[in-house]
């Protein structure tokens, strides 16, 4: 159902003193709140809604605000959420009209909202703030004409992979499938998984690898037998069979991969399959775990600094080693490997 439009609020409140009213009109989230078009959102996202189907959704703004917010300060969405409670300026970005003692949306509402805008939608955000900076001034139509692009690693919210963190989160997964769909198993292995996985650990930094690989060749055990035994019990019931499709795939090329294999296929994350080692030849971090992005910036330095104009991912780590002579590939040298 589409969001609610928010609910004209009294010029004044007895109890209550209006944030307009009580936060500096300098400040940069105020003034920034002043050149955004907001209503451009609501057109944008207001067909991905039906009408009189289901729960009403969130308002526009308040997505759109903490999104803003939450890129702009680099936060995640925990902590956005969070800052959303303890500061009138984000809330007065966001929309509000009073303060708020209380979150309107879970942390996963993010994540679903963004699901549902898709990527496409979400460059409406890139493209309204370069407008926002046009009307204040920020950035002018000369330091568009030249723009500089060049390609980075983005690393992804995933822990350090190892085998032994691997399996024991494809345990957890099946597990927890299973005991939500009704699916009895011959034996969870939670509670073995979880102890193996912390002996490993602790084998490893005490410098013994060879037992360590005995705990990680159990967890590989343990999976492989959850694996099949789901698949037997589920063989025939369509609807479920459908639930457990994708994550029994994604187990199934953990089971088949080995610790020496390279490539695209090599699984480092369940929850973020398209994960890839991306080499970055540093000192500090030989490796990143993430997709390769494109990014395009202004050349010239505005007033305003410099502006992101477009952003694209670049799965399968392609390679970006001569951009110079991208226009004569006859003339592109390979990289020496060695």
């Not at 409406?124 to 030249?146: I, M, T, W």
Request: hydrophobic share 35%.
């Amino acid at each position: 159902m589409r969001p609610k439009q928010p609910e004209a609020e009294p010029e004044e409140d007895l109890f209550r003193a209006r944030l307009a009213n009580l936060v500096d009109p300098r400040h940069p989230l105020v003034r920034l709140a002043k050149l955004i078009d907001w209503g451009r959102f609501e057109t944008e996202f207001g067909p991905l809604y039906t009408d009189g189907i289901g729960r009403p959704g969130l308002p526009t703004r308040l997505m759109v605000g903490l999104h803003l917010v939450k890129h702009m300060d680099g936060l995640s969405d925990e902590a956005v959420c969070a800052r959303y409670l303890d500061s009138p300026y984000a809330q007065l970005f966001c929309g509000e009209a009073f303060f708020q003692h209380a979150l309107p949306l879970d942390r996963s509402s993010m994540t679903r909202w963004r699901r549902r805008i898709g990527p496409e939608r979400l460059e409406v955000l890139l493209a309204e703030s370069l407008a926002a900076a046009q009307r204040g001034g920020a950035v002018e139509e000369k330091h568009l004409r030249r723009v500089t692009i060049d390609t980075t690693v983005q690393p992804k919210a995933v822990t350090h992979p190892t085998d032994s963190k691997l399996l024991h989160r494809g345990i957890e997964i099946l597990a927890r499938l299973a005991r939500r769909h009704g699916v009895r198993l011959r034996q969870s292995y939670l509670r073995l998984a979880k102890r193996a996985k912390r002996e490993a650990a602790k084998l490893i930094h005490s410098g013994r690898p060879r037992q360590a690989e005995r705990q990680v060749r159990r967890l590989r055990t343990w999976l492989g037998r959850l694996f099949r035994d789901i698949g037997r019990k589920i063989a025939g019931h369509t609807a479920t069979e459908a639930v457990f499709s994708g994550p029994l795939a994604l187990i199934a090329r953990l089971l088949r991969q080995r610790r020496e294999d390279r490539g695209r296929d090599k699984l480092y994350s369940l929850h973020a399959p398209e994960v890839e080692c991306i080499g970055k030849g540093k000192a500090q971090a030989r490796y990143e775990f993430g997709v390769k992005v494109s990014l395009a910036t202004t050349n010239a330095a505005a007033p305003g600094g410099q502006f992101v104009l477009g952003a694209r991912a670049l799965p399968g780590n392609p390679f970006d080693g001569h951009p110079r002579c991208a226009d004569r590939p006859d003339r592109a040298r390979h990289r020496r490997r060695g």
